[in-house]
């Protein structure tokens, strides 16, 4: 039952990876909002497995960190110039102002992630270290970069 849990979690974050890809040049908020998504589940995934909810499944947090590692090193192609407004955007436009630091943050959150990547087979003890730098960053990036939403 375990080994069908975990596929059908690789399943769907892998879905979840790839329908983000398609079209980002034509409709880069699309795009982006996929992204996010697809970070948004994989920490999902993890995260009760770390709480102690859900039993450690190296397998499915490693995926979730190749999954958040990918999106967070995709990001700075989805904020073309010219895409600061519309589709519902919550991307500030201090994107924009500092496109430097915004991918200075998204390159540090992608590291962070593969190192977790790395710490996935060692165990949910070493795991956690990984995936709390890996929560700080989503943090950090969102108070920066991001409009909340009234």
């Known amino acids: 039952m375990k080994t069908i ?3 059908a979690a690789i399943l769907a974050l892998a879905s979840l990876a790839g329908a983000w890809s398609a079209n980002a040049a034509e409709d880069p908020i ?3 909002k996929g992204v ?3 970070i948004g589940a ?3 995934a993890s995260a009760p497995m770390v709480k102690g ?3 450690y499944d190296a397998v499915k947090a490693e995926l979730a ?13 989805l904020f073309p110039a010219g895409s600061e407004t519309g589709g519902d955007t919550e991307a500030s436009p201090k994107i924009w102002e500092d496109m430097a630091g915004f ?3 998204a390159m540090k959150f992608a590291a962070d992630a593969d190192a977790a990547v790395a710490t996935a087979g060692g165990g949910l003890d070493g795991f956690k270290g990984g995936f709390m730098k890996v929560t700080e960053n989503c943090k950090d990036c969102h ?3 991001r409009i909340k939403k009234q």
């Open 42 to 44: 994989a920490v999902k």
């Open 5 to 7: 849990r975990t596929a």
């Open 53 to 55: 909810e859900a039993e």
């Open 143 to 145: 108070e920066a970069f």
């Open 36 to 38: 996010m998504k697809s």
């Open 65 to 77: 960190m190749r999954v958040i590692a990918n999106g967070a090193a995709a990001a700075p192609h």
């Open 103 to 105: 991918k200075a943050k």
């Open 30 to 32: 699309a795009a982006r």
